[in-house]
């Protein structure tokens, strides 16, 4: 656990970055700090490693005042990562992955296996432990800075807008491939961002700043969206917060249509509807075909592929997205294997979300708080 | 210093010729350099060729070839003209890589764009890339600069009318003030063409200084 | 002239014998690697510092800068008149070799201070502070990660003081000392041009030749994840765009001196 007391970083030019910040962040758990720019995230982290030493306050890791640990020995025992990745270019990735083991001293081969166990954790194989970082994508170099990071096995990780250097897609899948680690590990976690979308999608908990250092709320993600404590986080929060807030309201029992269905290269012509869905030979849905307008067989390239689909025990934001994006408003709900378990309209899918309880989520810091 | 003020005149008189041994070189080196340096960046296959054989005349030892130029050039020993078209080949060694390098720095985007607004090739080089090569270039220029003072006073040994003639005076008298003095006056002389480079590099760069970026 | 000159270089005479052209080239090589070692030992630590620290920038920038501007046959005449009399016990030699390899230390300590520097200066900021956040020490982010990025610009400002070093080792000869510069001075003497012809292509060649050397060590001194098939310039290209590495060696951009042969050594000089 880490705990910031009573932390204010003033700078020697007089600017304050971090005012009086008091924040818990638990073992095991993604604390994110989230902020527009300028509001002293960076600064805050970076206090954790005393990269930056704060102006008055305590960080205490596990209980022990970090001010009183020797600076380097604490570093070693933090993973840090950051946006760039900062890899060392005169390293090959391996190399790079290697480096805090071999900074305290562990064996050779243990740290070898360990590194190579580590790339192939982050996806990233064999084939690339021997090059250099300037033959990595800029996602890839990310991956490898992350798994540097972890090489040592820190119990805290570090992450200063890890994710932010890569474009949305390839930004999706690092998030995604990170939280998978993340729940074999275990890791402490502060990760800073400016992305509320990111620190909703990652944190357990999440701590927005505003400008001057000021913590103006920390809250898990589903409170935070449902309560925010007043109008700069309601407006950092986002216009969206309604629709985004069912992400974390798993689907109740939807009422499901059976759905008509024709298989890829079937004809299309008998059946009598605007839209059919077409499916493989393992009932997974394709696409949807308007049958008027094929005569034949339903070829891949006459599927529209507009439409989204949702897993049955996913969240009502995923459903209800289902339901608007396909072409013929029926939208496509599959079980965990990704086989059709029926569609859903969208009125079907706001009825549920009228019927269901407006989440209440116990604020952690604030227990009496309405529950709007 | 009474050495000094004794000689006023002569250090006057010694320092304006040294000033255009080293100084129109400069200018002619950077001319020169110039269409050379856009070649080697045009084509790139000319690139390792120019910058490696150009530099190359950079290895000529000035000694010999203040003795030995009069004899191509066919004129009289002590022409400046020789000194001036040595000291030009010494700029032009120095130049060449740095105006290909100062050309490679201006970013591909803004080449690009300014292509397709329109400009030629031609109109590019002059209104684009030059400008915005312009620090880098200038960089080199101040190296040069430096260089040529130092160079032209090693025309001394042939005896000509430079700054470096107080050094082989006190040299052969045994007497220190000459020496001293000669070595000041070109370090000021260097220093003061550093610092019209300099003047000239910013006024041709308003832009940096509005976002107080180094030159 | 050229003909003359060539037989100048061929005639056995000038190949054996203590004043011959190999004889000459040893001492000239002598004096240069004496020269460039002590100017090593004072500006690539005091280069690294600045670099690392950050401090002293404006006081070691400068001061290269003026050492720059001290004409060398000044400072050489200024410290044989100095020192002579302080050798004149010893054996001959010395009360002009010595002066000769202050000047020329002199001459190399700026390319070489501003190499460290640059090169140090310009690793990717990034890389810094993620060493220093994994817990290296200072002395640990030098060793190994400021000065191992800083290979390509070092050997860059070392290669041109070589250069330098190795044409202005000739002006030896003016005050009486050995080396290469002996044929120029001789020859201009007794107006013997193709001597100081072929003295200087031998001067030329040599320059040359030593470059190369250092080229081939610089390849196997470097890392290849520095030189390698894909540059600072399409990493920039591929990783979104903002490395500090990338921006950093664009702006330091400035050539160190002299340059010649292979264009791949500078970070800096990639075509991009
Ligand atoms: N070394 C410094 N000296 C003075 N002021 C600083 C320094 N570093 C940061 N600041 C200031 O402190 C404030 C907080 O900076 P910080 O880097 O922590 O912001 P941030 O929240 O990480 O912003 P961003 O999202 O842009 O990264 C800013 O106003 C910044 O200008
Ligand atoms: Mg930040």
């Given at each position: 656990?880490?705990v ?10 007089g600017?304050?970055?971090?005012h ?19 509001c ?9 490693n ?6 008055s ?27 760039h ?5 005169n ?13 305290v ?12 166990q ?17 033959q ?10 992350v ?7 820190p ?8 994710f ?7 930004r ?6 990170f ?12 990760f ?49 917060r ?9 689907a ?18 008998d ?19 308007e ?9 891949s390239?006459r ?8 897993r ?8 209800l ?7 013929s ?13 029926g ?5 079907e ?7 269901a ?8 810091d ?7 | ?7 006023l ?10 000033a ?18 856009w ?9 390792a060729?120019f ?5 190359l005349?950079y ?16 004129r ?10 040595a000291m030009t080949l010494?700029?032009?060694a120095?130049l ?11 970013p591909?985007?803004?080449t690009?764009a ?6 030629t ?23 040069a ?9 090693v025309g001394?040994?042939?005896?000509v009318?430079?700054?470096?003639l107080?050094f ?8 220190y ?17 550093d ?21 | 002239?050229?003909a003359s ?11 054996s ?11 000239h ?7 460039l070692?002590?100017?090593s ?16 920038r ?21 410290m ?12 001959g ?16 300590i700026?390319?070489?201070?501003a ?10 900021p ?9 817990g ?20 860059s ?23 290469l ?9 007794i107006?013997?041009?193709?001597q ?8 030329a ?6 470059d190369?050397?250092l080229?081939?060590i610089?390849?196997y001194?470097?890392?290849p ?10 990493r ?13 060696a664009?702006?330091?951009n400035?050539p ?17």
């Open positions: 656990m880490i910031f007391d009573g932390v204010t970083k003033k700078y020697p030019d600017t304050v970055a971090v009086d910040l008091t924040l818990e962040a638990p073992t095991g758990k993604i604390t994110v700090l989230v902020g527009p720019s300028g002293g995230k960076t600064t805050s982290l970076r206090m954790v005393r990269m930056i030493e704060p102006s306050g305590t960080i205490s890791l596990d209980g022990k005042d970090t001010g009183r640990m020797k600076a380097s020995e604490l570093r070693r025992g933090i993973g840090y990562v950051i946006q990745a900062g890899l060392f270019p390293r090959t990735v391996l190399d790079n992955v290697e480096t805090v083991p071999r900074l001293g562990m064996g050779k081969k243990e740290t070898r296996d360990r590194a190579m580590l790339l192939e954790q982050v996806g990233l194989g064999a084939d690339y432990a021997k090059r250099y970082p300037s990595l994508s800029g996602g890839q170099q990310q991956r490898v800075g798994a540097r990071a972890l090489a040592a096995d119990p805290v990780m570090l992450m200063d807008e890890p932010s250097a890569v474009d949305p897609v390839v999706d899948q690092l998030q995604d491939e939280l998978r680690l993340q729940d074999d590990l275990g890791k402490t976690i502060i800073v961002t400016h992305d509320i979308d990111e620190a909703i999608k990652m944190g357990d908990q999440v701590a927005v700043m505003r400008v001057g250092g000021y913590l103006a709320q920390l809250a898990e993600p589903a409170y935070l969206l449902a309560h925010p404590v007043d109008d700069f986080v309601a407006d950092f929060v986002g216009r969206d309604g629709y985004r807030g069912l992400s974390f309201q798993a109740p029992r939807l009422p499901l249509a059976s759905e008509r269905t024709i298989t890829l290269g079937e004809s299309a012509r059946v009598d509807d605007d839209w059919v869905l077409v499916v493989d030979g393992d009932n997974h849905p394709l696409g949807w075909v049958p008027r307008r094929i005569d034949g067989e339903v070829t390239e599927l529209h592929r507009g439409g989204t689909v949702a049955a025990s996913g969240p009502l934001r995923a459903v997205d289902a339901a608007l994006s396909s072409p408003r029926r939208g496509v709900v599959v079980d965990d294997s990704g086989a059709l378990v569609t859903v309209r969208p009125h899918v706001l009825t549920a979300i009228e019927e309880e407006r989440p209440v989520v116990e604020n952690p604030n227990p009496g708080a309405p529950a709007a | 210093m009474t050495w000094f003020i004794d000689h005149g002569e250090v006057w008189d010694l320092g304006r010729q040294h255009v041994l080293a100084g129109l070189p400069l200018l002619l080196g950077l001319l020169i350099a110039l269409p050379l340096g070649l080697a960046r045009r084509f790139r296959w000319l690139y060729p910058t490696a054989g150009f530099g005349l290895t000529i030892p000035s000694l010999a070839l203040f003795v030995i130029l009069p004899l191509v050039t066919g009289g020993i002590l022409d400046p003209f020789n000194v001036i078209v010494y700029t032009v120095l060449v890589r740095t105006v290909a390098d100062g050309l490679g720095s201006v591909g985007a803004v690009n300014a292509t397709a607004m329109g400009y090739p031609g109109k590019r080089f002059f209104a684009v890339e030059l400008p915005l090569a312009v620090p880098v270039i200038s960089a080199g220029l101040r190296v600069a430096v260089s040529n003072v130092s160079i032209v006073s001394t040994v042939i005896g009318q430079q700054l470096g107080f082989s005076d006190g040299f052969n008298r045994q007497f003030d000459p020496i001293v003095v000669g070595i000041v006056a070109c370090i000021v002389l260097a220093l003061l063409f610092a019209v480079i300099l003047v000239v590099t910013r006024l041709l760069t308003p832009w940096l200084r509005a976002t107080g970026a180094r030159a | 002239m050229i000159t060539w037989q100048w270089l061929t005639d056995p005479v000038n190949w014998g203590p004043g011959s052209i190999p004889n000459q080239i040893l001492t090589l002598w004096y240069s690697a004496i020269a070692f002590v100017a030992l004072i500006a690539i630590p005091a280069g690294l510092a600045i670099g690392h620290t950050g401090r002293g404006f006081f070691g920038v400068n001061l290269a800068a003026a050492a720059r501007a001290i004409p060398s046959l000044g400072l050489l005449f200024l044989v008149l100095w020192l002579f009399p302080k050798f004149s016990g010893s054996s030699s010395a009360a002009f070799v010595v002066p000769s390899l202050i000047v020329l230390a002199v001459l190399a700026p390319p070489i201070l190499g460290a520097y640059a090169g140090v200066e310009g690793v990717d990034a890389a810094r502070d993620a060493a220093k956040g994994m290296m020490t200072g002395m640990q982010v030098l060793r190994r990660v400021e000065i191992p990025n800083a290979m390509p610009l070092i050997f400002g070392f290669r041109s003081a070589t250069l330098q070093v190795i044409a202005t080792a000739t002006l030896a000869a003016v005050v009486g000392a050995d080396g510069g002996r044929f120029l001075i001789d020859g201009q003497k107006r013997d041009y193709p100081m012809a072929g003295g200087s292509l031998v001067v060649i040599l320059a040359l030749v030593v190369l050397l080229g081939t610089q390849r001194a470097v890392s994840g520095l030189t390698g098939r894909r540059t600072s310039a399409s920039r290209g591929r990783s979104d765009g903002v490395s500090g590495s990338a921006e950093s664009g702006r330091s400035t160190l001196d002299v340059e010649i042969s292979d264009p791949r050594r500078t970070v800096d000089s990639q075509p991009s």
